[in-house]
C-alpha cells in the first residue's frame, strides 16, 4: 500500500542547531513529494516540493529537502533552527486524486 | 489576497445534530478537498470535488456529505451519523485535481467538538 513515514513524532533541537526531519515513502513511480509545516490551531503551509530533476530542493524559510530514490527518502533539513520553526511538519506525497499525508513531526525548540 | 477561508473556527454539536462546516475560496481553482486531522494521524481525506456539481468520497466518508454547487464553494455537512466527530477539519483547494504536482492550498482549519 502507498504510504508515507514520518519516524520521529517529537524531535526537540536548540536554537541555533541544525535539523533534520525524516521521511519515508511506498509508492511504485516516482513521487511527487511534498513539506508542508502547521503551526497551532492553523491550517498547512507549503514549505517545498520535489517534481524532478535536481533532487535538493530549497523552500521557504531557509528550508531544504534531498529526495533520495535508492532510500525512498525525503528528508527535510535546515542548518541553523530558529525559534520560530517551532511546529508541526507533514510530508505528503501527490497520489493523483489525493494527498497522501504522513503523520507528522511535532518539533519543539530550546532557548 | 486570494485565499481559502473556513467558518465558524469553533464550532460545538450536540450528539444527534448535523452541523455544516463552510469553506469559500476565491482563487480560482477547480479542485476542492476535505481532510480531517485527528492528533497522531496526520490528515485524511474525507471528500474532494474535481469539478461544480461533482464530488467523490475519500478514505473517511462515512458520516460526512458534501455539495459543490458553486465552483468558490464547498461546505462540509458533519451528520450525527458520524460517530466520532470530534476533530480539526480542513478545507483545500487546488488549481486541478491532484496530479502532476498541482501544489494544495488549506484553509486555517475549524474545530468540531461535539457536547
Known amino acids: 500500500a502507498q504510504s508515507v513515514t514520518q519516524p520521529d513524532i517529537h524531535i526537540t533541537v536548540s536554537e541555533g542547531a541544525s535539523l533534520e526531519l525524516r521521511c519515508n515513502y511506498s509508492?511504485?513511480?516516482?513521487?511527487?513529494l511534498f513539506w508542508y509545516v502547521q503551526s497551532p490551531g492553523q491550517g498547512l503551509q507549503l514549505l517545498l516540493k520535489y517534481f524532478s530533476g535536481d533532487t535538493l530542493v530549497q523552500g521557504i524559510k531557509g528550508f531544504e529537502a534531498e529526495f533520495k530514490r535508492s532510500q525512498s527518502s525525503f528528508n527535510l533539513r535546515k542548518p541553523s533552527v530558529h525559534w520560530s520553526d517551532a511546529a508541526e511538519y507533514f510530508c505528503a506525497v501527490d497520489l493523483g486524486n489525493d494527498m497522501r499525508f504522513g503523520a507528522g513531526t511535532r518539533l519543539t525548540v530550546k532557548p | 489576497d486570494g485565499g481559502i477561508t473556513q467558518s465558524p473556527k469553533y464550532l460545538f454539536r450536540k450528539e444527534g445534530q448535523n452541523v455544516t462546516l463552510s469553506c469559500e475560496q476565491n482563487l480560482n481553482h477547480d479542485a476542492m478537498y476535505w481532510y480531517r486531522q485527528d492528533p497522531g494521524q496526520g490528515l485524511r481525506l474525507i471528500y474532494y470535488s474535481q469539478i461544480v456539481n461533482d464530488f467523490q468520497k475519500g478514505d473517511i466518508a462515512e458520516g460526512y456529505s458534501v455539495s459543490r454547487e458553486k465552483k468558490e464553494s464547498f461546505p462540509l455537512t458533519v451528520t450525527s451519523a458520524q460517530k466520532n466527530p470530534t476533530a480539526f477539519y480542513l478545507c483545500?483547494?487546488?488549481?486541478?485535481?491532484?496530479?502532476?504536482?498541482?501544489?494544495?492550498?488549506f484553509g486555517e482549519g475549524s474545530w468540531l467538538t461535539v457536547v
Open positions: 509508492y511504485g513511480a516516482t513521487p511527487y
Open positions: 483545500a483547494s487546488s488549481a486541478q485535481l491532484l496530479a502532476h504536482g498541482n501544489t494544495i492550498y
